[in-house]
């Protein structure tokens, strides 16, 4: 069945940077374009990221713009998020799916907890 791994996350200060990975499963990975959401608390998931299957096309939240690069290994069926330049306000839990502007599957893995605070 499909799954979603997500790992990565972890406390950093303000300016610093984490890089998370997702390890897909269950689909044939190189077919589907994929995104990171995130959910903060209190707050809706948000659409943070997303790549074509063939890596050609990328989008990005207007509030992540400049700082996270989303890639995509289809060898490895990985996703990464490079979060650089944090801010206290990208604290959230970030997730992985399928799809380019809206997730693929109607369910989602545990996700990884990224807490930006000095």
């Known amino acids: 069945q499909v799954q979603f791994v997500e790992s990565g996350g972890g ?3 303000p300016g610093g940077s984490l890089r998370l990975s997702c390890a897909a499963s269950g689909f044939t990975f190189r077919n589907y374009a994929m995104a990171w959401y995130r959910q903060a608390p209190g707050k809706e998931r948000e659409l943070v990221a997303s790549m ?3 890596g ?5 939240a207007d509030s992540v713009k400049g700082r996270f690069t989303i890639s995509k ?3 490895k ?3 990464y998020l490079q979060m ?3 801010k206290p306000e990208d604290t959230a839990v970030y997730y992985c799916n ?3 502007t809206y997730p693929a599957w109607d369910f989602w893995g545990q996700g990884t907890q990224v ?3 000095s």
Not at 56 to 60: D, H, Q
């Open 56 to 60: 050609v096309s990328t989008k990005y």
């Open 115 to 117: 807490t930006v605070s």
């Open 11 to 13: 406390l950093v200060q």
């Open 84 to 86: 650089n330049s944090l």
């Open 52 to 54: 074509s299957n063939t």
């Open 77 to 79: 069926n990985t996703l």
């Open 98 to 100: 399928a799809g380019f």
């Open 73 to 75: 290994d289809n060898i």
